[in-house]
């Protein structure tokens, strides 16, 4: 009964290689986000979508792209993966108006060697 | 955009006592200030948020205060126990008309409990 749910929880691939983490969740929020958080804890959004329109795209490279399919799941996928891509990537949710209530899944794990 | 400043990044109180974790904001329009507790190896957890129109809020041993004017916001924890060991972070947000915004976050505060 997990609330929102990601995978896989650790990814370990090699430079250049092109990958994805899904992310779903069952709580019938209308937005999901993915947030990334450094090496040293700070948590940055990088995308978010509200009924499968993008609303903010934070200064990402273009290598990386959410692709959300319907509203309970949001994937991110990421091309030509470099070192500094390395980092921990949390899909979180929320509903309502005022955006309360976000719940954060517990991460994906990134290592890029 | 919105800019969030926490303060300190790292403390340590015996167990027992009282931590407080500060943060300030820059953009007079947020109105949404949620606090988040992040334990080892998991996703950051909700533990008490705070609307602009509230100046306190308390729930058991933990407790926001909300500044506009001075545009800061502190958490309160107090009886400290071992599990409140954790990275906390403070975010804020403005409520748009339409759409969807994500929260700024502060970057943390390591919470260490010393028994």
């Known amino acids: 009964d997990t609330a929102v749910s990601q995978t896989p929880k650790y990814l370990v691939t090699q430079m250049g290689n092109d990958k994805s983490i899904k992310c779903e969740q069952n709580l019938g929020h209308d937005t999901m986000y993915w947030y990334k958080q450094d090496s040293k804890k700070f948590l940055k959004i990088m995308f978010s979508?509200?009924?499968?329109?993008?609303?903010i795209n934070e200064t990402v490279p273009n290598r990386f792209s959410p692709k959300s399919p319907d509203k309970a799941h949001l994937n991110l996928h990421i091309n030509s993966l470099e070192l500094g891509d390395s980092a921990v990537y949390f899909c979180?949710?929320?509903?309502?108006?005022?955006?309360?209530?976000?719940?954060f899944g517990s991460g994906t794990r990134l290592t890029v060697v | 955009g919105e800019n969030v400043e926490q303060h300190p990044s790292t403390l340590s109180v015996q167990e027992g006592d009282s931590a407080v974790i500060k943060c300030t904001y820059s953009d007079s329009a947020s109105n949404y200030f949620p606090w988040y507790k992040q334990e080892l190896g998991k996703g950051p957890q909700l533990i008490i948020d705070i609307r602009s129109n509230v100046g306190e809020k308390k729930d058991q041993r933990i407790a926001v205060t909300l500044n506009k004017t001075a545009k800061h916001f502190s958490l309160h924890i107090t009886e400290t126990q071992p599990e409140d060991s954790a990275v906390y972070f403070c975010?804020?947000?403005?409520?748009?008309?339409?759409?969807?915004?994500?929260?700024?976050f502060g970057k943390g505060t390591h919470l260490i409990i010393q028994p």
């Open positions: 979180a949710s929320s509903q309502g108006r005022d955006r309360r209530g976000y719940t």
């Open positions: 975010a804020a947000r403005a409520v748009s008309g339409g759409g969807a915004d994500g929260l700024t």
């Open positions: 979508y509200n009924n499968k329109e993008l609303i």
